[in-house]
């Protein structure tokens, strides 16, 4: 059964760099589906902020792509967030999921998600 | 981006009741769209694709259906664990956007 797990700081300071990991059990990420993260604000909009593909080419909101970098480490089977110059409103839930090749977009399976402050 | 617009925020129903929540998008998106459920501290768990597809292991008492802009999730004879938010997103177009949530209570 695939698990995903998300970590990182849960604090993290206005215009710094905000870090998360997603590590995988259960499926190896170079297998075959593509990678999300995606986040839900205070107040529950939510948001598809990227994905990085099984193959490792990624795709990210436009919204956020000039803030956004989404990597991997397959050899640790993870995949990792970041997001620079950080404000208030980056405060959310961040999680991350797997993407259906079959039908892109649609994510069967999600981490509990991690909560991120952004605040001095 | 296209916006879904989610209704209604909050509903209270009764055990075996059937409930409907529904998600309009902002142009028509072919079908494009998935449902999930989230409990609280849970992982959000997805429900239906492409609209009325029910998603491996989700009991059937869910379905989904709708076409164009106007789509809706329907659970039948109410259970306890169904006790949960809801979300539709839509993947149609770049990049995918999601509804503000139903949060669903027992009455």
């Known amino acids: 059964e695939i698990q995903l797990q998300e970590s990182g700081p849960g604090l993290v300071k206005p215009s710094q760099s905000l870090s998360l990991t997603c590590s995988v059990t259960g499926y190896t990420i170079t297998s075959g589906y593509d990678w999300s993260w995606i986040r839900k604000f205070p107040g529950n909009k939510m948001e598809w902020m990227g994905y990085i593909s099984y193959s490792g080419s990624t795709n990210y909101n436009p919204s956020l792509k000039s803030r956004i970098s989404i990597t991997r480490d397959t050899s640790k089977n993870q995949f990792f967030l970041q997001l620079n110059s950080v404000t208030t409103e980056d405060t959310a839930t961040y999680y991350c999921a797997r993407v259906l090749r079959r039908v892109p977009g649609v994510m069967d399976a999600w981490g509990q998600g991690a909560s991120v402050t952004v605040s001095s | 981006d296209i916006q879904m617009t989610q209704s209604p925020a909050s509903l209270s129903a009764s055990l075996g009741e059937t409930v409907t929540i529904e998600c309009r998008a902002s142009?028509?998106?072919?079908?494009?769209l998935a449902w999930y459920q989230q409990k609280p501290g849970k992982s959000p768990q997805l429900l239906i694709y492409n609209a009325n597809s029910l998603h491996t292991g989700v009991p059937s008492r869910f379905s989904g259906s709708g076409s164009g802009t106007q789509y809706s999730l329907k659970i039948n004879s109410l259970q306890s664990e169904d006790v949960a938010s809801y979300f539709c997103q839509q993947y149609y177009n770049y990049p995918d956007t999601f509804g503000a949530g139903t949060k669903l209570e027992l009455k």
């Open positions: 142009e028509d998106i072919y079908n494009g």
